[in-house]
Nanobody, 124 residues
Framework: QVQLVESGGGLVQAGGSLRLSCAASGHTFSIDNMGWFRQAPGKERAFVAGISRNADSTYYADSVKGRFTISRDSAKNTVYLQMNSLKPEDTAVYYC?????????????????WGRGTQVTVSS
């Protein structure tokens, strides 16, 4: 059973930065593709970024390209999401997810395990 625990969310002003972390346990982390998703009030959960199991490929939603960076540290079983130039529309609960088959996907249904999420609020 994989456990994913997100941290690093909080309240930040527009233009600021946050770094989210997702610590994984209970599984061989290095074989998982990892993804970050977010869900704003009244909206569906949406793909933000993904990273392949060996970190040689990263993927981003158009809305965050150039501002967010996903990375992973297999020695620490942790995936990160560095978020810069934050905007009020980035406000959401952010979730990490793991996918142990295939490749990174933007579909929520493709992921096997999910964390409980961390709230990010960007004030204008």
């Amino acid at each position: 059973q994989v456990q994913l625990v997100e941290s690093g969310g909080g309240l930040v002003q527009a233009g600021g930065s946050l770094r989210l972390s997702c610590a994984a346990s209970g599984h061989t982390f290095s074989i998982d593709n990892m993804g970050w998703f977010r869900q704003a009030p009244g909206k569906e959960r949406a793909f933000v970024a993904g990273i392949s199991r060996n970190a040689d490929s990263t993927y981003y939603a158009d809305s965050v390209k150039g501002r967010f960076t996903i990375s992973r540290d297999s020695a620490k079983n942790t995936v990160y999401l560095q978020m810069n130039s934050l905007k009020p529309e980035d406000t959401a609960v952010y979730y990490c997810a793991s996918k142990y088959l295939g490749v990174v996907s933007a579909s929520t249904s493709a992921y096997n395990y999910w964390g409980r999420g961390t709230q990010v609020t960007v004030s204008s």
